[in-house]
């Protein structure tokens, strides 16, 4: 019954912006944690951030300052606005979500119980 899709991915040059949308299925605060997560070719996924219930966001170290995630609870979806791209952020990013609060830390892929199908991000150099 949940659903999770997400849109706005494409190839930019070096510097660009892109936004991410997520558009979940249901009452978006039926969600205990909210986040994005990418991977590369050749790596493991790995969290890139996070928003919890009451609004408090958490970042990787390497997007720190360059990305930021936003909800917005009327229109059920979540965002993901990049900023600064670099060659590095080219990945398949997945939106991801958690009904329940866990001991896991919020950007392991173990605090989430559901997860889309990724949309791709290409920057290139």
């Known amino acids: 019954q949940v659903q999770l899709v997400e849109s706005g991915g494409g190839s930019v040059q070096a510097g660009g912006s892109l936004r991410l949308s997520c558009t979940a299925s249901?009452?978006?605060?039926?969600?205990?944690?909210m986040g994005w997560f990418r991977q590369a070719p050749g790596k493991e996924r790995e969290g890139v951030a996070a928003?919890?219930?009451?609004?408090?966001?958490s970042y990787a170290d390497s997007v720190q300052g360059r990305f930021t995630i936003s909800r917005d609870a009327a229109k059920n979806t979540l965002y993901l606005q990049m900023n600064s791209l670099k060659s590095e952020d080219t990945a398949m990013y997945y939106c991801?979500?958690?009904?329940?609060?866990?001991?896991?830390?919020?950007?392991?892929?173990?605090?989430?119980?559901?997860w889309g199908q990724g949309t791709q991000v290409t920057v290139s150099s």
């Open positions: 991801a979500a958690a009904r329940r609060r866990a001991m896991t830390w919020v950007l392991s892929e173990r605090t989430y119980n559901y």
């Open positions: 249901g009452y978006f605060y039926s969600m205990y944690y």
């Open positions: 928003i919890d219930r009451d609004g408090s966001s």
